[in-house]
C-alpha cells in the first residue's frame, strides 16, 4: 500500500474519531439544563392583602316617609351636599288633615281639662259645707247637752213638788228639740259626704277623660310629625333624589318611592373593601391599610382595619351565601372596612379605591423568589437516588407515603439541582419567607417556570442568567 493512501486512511479515522467526540460532547452538553438562579438574602418582608371596593361613610341614614299613607311633598328645605345639625327639619308632607285632628284634639283637652277644674270647685265646695255642717252638729250637742242638764235638774224639782209641771215639760220639749238638731245636723253631714262622694267619682271620670284627650292629642301631634323629615344625626346629605309635588310611600325598605334623602355622617370616612375568601384569614382588627382613590390619582391615604364580616358574599350576586337556597362552590369574598385618617375635602361616598392591607412584617428575614418554591412526591425523589429503580412490590401505606407532597426549592451544588425541603412564612409581592430548610447565601435555582415544574432531583444543570433572563424578556 502506498504511503499516500495510508495518510488518508490515518486522517480519515482521525476526522471520523474527532466527530464522534464531538458529538458525544454535545450530547452532555445537550444533557446539562439552563436554569436562573438566585442567592438566599435577608430583607425586610411585607405580606400585604390587596382589594378593592369603594369609599362609604361610617354611618349614613337613608331619610324616608314616616306618614300612615302616601304623602306629597310639599316643601325641600336643604340642597344636596348641605351640611345639617340633628333635629334640623329637611322636609315637609303634605299634613292638612293631621293638622286639622291635632286642633281637635286640642279643643277636646282644654273641655275635658275645664270639666274637670270645675269639678274640682264644686269637690272643694263639698269640703267646705261638711265643715260646715260638721260645726253645726257640735254646736247643736251643746246645745243639746245644756238643755239635758236642765232637763235633768227640772225632772229633779218637779219629784220633789219644788216647780210646775208647765215649767217641768218646758224643759223636756227643750232638750228633746235640741236632739232631734242634732240628728239633723248628722243627717246633713251624710248627705254632704254622700254628695262628695259623687263629686269625687264625677272629677276621676273628668280626670280619666283628660287623660284620655291628651293621649290622643299626643297622637295627632306625632301624626302631624311625622310629616315633618328631620335630620337624626350631624351630616351631610348626600342623596336627594326626590322634588316638590312628588308622592313618597312609608313603609317600603329599599325602595325609591320611600327614599326622601341620604344624610352621612362624614366625621369618620372608611374604605369598605371585599376580600377574596383565601385572604380574609390573615387579616385581623387594627392591621394598618394603604387605599387609593381612583378619583384621586397619585395620593395614597392611611387607615386601620376597624370591621372584618363573618358571612361569605358570593361574588356573582353580591348576596351573602347564607341567603343561597343551594350549595355554591362559586368564589365569595368577605367584607372588610378600613377607617382613613385625615380624608380629604374633596372626598365622595361611592368613590372606587383598591387597599393594600398590611397583615404581617418580617425585619431582615431569609426570603426567596416565589417562583422558586416546587412541590415534589416523596416517591419521586427516593426514586432518583437509588438510580431511578422503583420498587413494584410496594404494600398500600408505603404508595401512599411515597404519594406525599413535599415543599422545597432546588439548590445548585457541584453542577447538579439538589432538591431541599423547606418551611415558609409569610408572602410578600414577590418574595416568600422561609423558617427552615436553607441558609444566607445558598443558591438556589429560580427558573424557568417550566425548568422548575420539571426538573429532577440531582439533575445537571448549568446557571445562564443572562442569556435566559434576556430570552424570557
Do not use: H
Not at 257640735?138 to 215649767?167: G, P
Request: net charge positive; aromatic share 2%; glycine share 6%.
Amino acid at each position: 500500500m502506498k504511503t499516500k493512501w495510508k495518510v488518508a486512511i490515518g486522517i480519515g479515522v482521525l476526522a471520523i474519531g474527532g466527530v464522534a467526540a464531538f458529538a458525544n460532547y454535545k450530547m452532555k452538553q445537550n444533557a446539562i439544563i439552563a436554569v436562573t438562579s438566585a442567592v438566599v438574602t435577608r430583607q425586610d418582608l411585607v405580606s400585604l392583602v390587596t382589594a378593592s371596593g369603594e369609599i362609604k361613610p361610617r354611618n349614613y341614614i337613608n331619610i324616608g316617609s314616616n306618614a300612615n299613607a302616601p304623602s306629597r311633598i310639599t316643601d325641600i328645605l336643604v340642597v344636596e351636599g348641605q351640611r345639617v345639625k340633628k333635629g334640623q327639619l329637611l322636609a315637609k308632607l303634605e299634613s292638612v288633615q293631621p293638622e286639622a285632628q291635632l286642633a281637635a284634639q286640642r279643643a277636646n283637652v282644654a273641655s275635658s281639662e275645664a270639666e274637670s277644674t270645675a269639678t274640682e270647685a264644686g269637690l272643694k265646695a263639698a269640703d267646705e259645707n261638711i265643715r260646715s255642717a260638721q260645726a253645726s252638729i257640735e254646736r247643736a250637742e251643746a246645745d243639746a247637752s245644756r238643755a239635758k242638764l236642765d232637763y235633768d235638774r227640772a225632772e229633779q224639782l218637779y219629784k220633789e213638788k219644788l216647780i210646775a209641771r208647765q215649767d217641768y215639760e218646758l224643759k223636756k220639749s227643750a232638750y228633746e228639740s235640741n236632739a232631734a238638731a242634732v240628728r239633723e245636723a248628722q243627717a246633713r253631714v251624710l248627705q254632704l259626704r254622700a254628695a262628695k262622694a259623687q263629686q269625687a267619682a264625677t272629677l276621676s271620670a273628668a280626670q280619666r277623660r283628660v287623660t284620655a284627650s291628651q293621649a290622643n292629642l299626643r297622637s295627632a301631634a306625632d301624626v302631624l310629625q311625622r310629616t315633618m323629615a328631620t335630620s337624626p344625626i350631624d351630616g351631610v346629605v348626600t342623596n336627594l333624589p326626590v322634588r316638590v309635588g312628588e308622592t313618597v310611600v312609608p313603609g317600603i325598605q329599599n325602595s325609591a318611592a320611600s327614599l326622601i334623602m341620604t344624610i352621612a355622617d362624614m366625621s369618620i370616612i372608611t374604605a369598605e373593601v371585599k376580600v377574596d375568601e383565601t385572604d380574609i384569614v390573615n387579616v385581623a382588627l387594627d392591621q394598618r391599610a394603604e387605599i387609593t382613590i381612583d378619583a384621586i390619582p397619585g395620593k395614597k391615604f392611611t387607615g386601620k382595619v376597624i370591621e372584618i364580616g363573618n358571612t361569605a358574599i358570593l361574588r356573582s350576586t353580591g348576596l351573602a351565601a347564607s341567603q343561597s337556597a343551594i350549595s355554591s362552590q362559586e368564589a365569595k369574598d368577605f367584607k372588610v372596612v378600613i377607617a382613613l385618617e385625615n380624608p380629604p375635602e374633596e372626598i365622595r361616598p361611592g368613590l372606587s379605591c383598591t387597599s393594600r392591607v398590611t397583615t404581617a412584617t418580617r425585619p431582615k428575614t431569609l426570603a426567596i423568589p416565589i417562583q422558586a418554591l416546587t412541590v415534589r412526591q416523596k416517591g419521586d425523589l427516593a426514586a432518583v437516588k437509588e438510580g431511578d429503580k422503583k420498587d413494584q412490590t410496594m404494600n398500600p401505606a408505603q404508595v401512599k407515603a411515597a404519594k406525599e407532597e413535599v415543599q422545597g426549592v432546588f439548590v445548585v451544588k457541584n453542577g447538579q439541582a439538589v432538591f431541599q425541603k423547606v418551611e415558609t412564612g409569610i408572602t410578600g409581592t414577590t418574595d416568600i419567607e422561609v423558617t427552615s430548610g436553607l441558609t444566607e447565601g445558598q443558591e438556589i435555582i429560580t427558573g424557568s417556570y417550566k425548568v422548575i415544574r420539571t426538573l429532577r432531583n440531582d439533575a445537571k444543570v448549568k446557571v445562564d442568567n443572562k442569556t435566559i433572563t434576556k430570552a424570557e424578556s
